[in-house]
T-cell receptor, first 112, second 114 residues
Framework: EAQVTQNPRYLITVTGKKLTVTCSQN?????MSWYRQDPGLGLRQIYY???????DKGDVPEGYKVSRKEKRNFPLILELPSPNQTSLYFC???????????FGQGTRLTVV | AQSVTQLGSHVSVSEGALVLLRCNYS??????LFWYVQYPNQGLQLLLK??????LVKGINGFEAEFKKSETSFHLTKPSAHMSDAAEYFC????????????FGRGTSLIVHP
């Protein structure tokens, strides 16, 4: 089954404690992205990657890091989480030929 | 450059009434347009897409959208709303030959009253 898998689904952490949200896709897609979703603000893109070892900033990259060492994986790293990063995060992948985006189930992060 | 505007952050309808969710786009080249739906506590999933084959596009669950180039619009409609249609709906534009990364609208929350 074609899917994007992100883990964990729920995470509560404390300010300043480094965390990683993993994302993996099994569709051999070239493009992968991270979004955060906040009430009233819709989906905002954090980072995206157009291929292995190629990443670029989205609309709200501050406080986040990503890496794309393998085509299937695109982890999101928060080295010093802060309460304003409390949000719902989605990983997504897409094919450059169709543009259709496949989303993970989301990770609800709370930073206290 | 490409962008999407969804008019109305919330739309409220009665069960059985017409659903109309508005989306306007801007794109420097003929766009690919999408509607995605997000049910509570789930990720987004594709509802339908326009890729220039036909201006009226039919999607899942009885939804359809019409591409109107003169109005730069891609509004989503459904003749009769069901309670199960209550969800967040996102319009997105993807510009072939561009960054290949779609741009999403802010979303419209559809509320269905019994």
């Amino acid at each position: 089954e074609a899917q994007v898998t992100q883990n964990p689904r729920y995470l509560i952490t404390v300010t300043g404690k480094k965390l990683t949200v993993t994302c993996s896709q099994n569709m051999n897609h070239e493009y992968m992205s991270w979004y955060r979703q906040d009430p009233g603000l819709g989906l905002r893109q954090i980072y995206y990657s157009m291929n292995v070892e190629v990443t670029d900033k989205g609309d709200v990259p501050e406080g986040y890091k990503v890496s794309r060492k393998e085509k299937r994986n695109f982890p999101l790293i928060l080295e010093l989480p802060s309460p304003n990063q409390t949000s719902l995060y989605f990983c997504a992948s897409s094919s450059k030929t169709t543009g259709v985006v496949f989303f993970g189930q989301g990770t609800r992060l709370t930073v206290v | 450059a490409q962008s999407v505007t969804q008019l109305g952050s919330h739309v409220s309808v009665s069960e059985g009434a017409l659903v109309l969710l508005r989306c306007n786009y801007s794109s420097s080249v003929p766009p690919y347009l999408f509607w995605y739906v997000q049910y509570p506590n789930q990720g987004l999933q594709l509802l339908l897409k326009y890729t220039s084959a036909a201006t009226l596009v039919k999607g899942i669950n009885g939804f359809e959208a019409e591409f109107k180039k003169s109005e730069t619009s891609f509004h989503l409609t459904k003749p009769s709303a069901h309670m199960s249609d209550a969800a967040e709906y996102f319009c997105a534009v993807y510009q072939s030959g561009g960054s290949y990364i779609p741009t999403f609208g802010r979303g419209t929350s559809l509320i269905v009253h019994p």
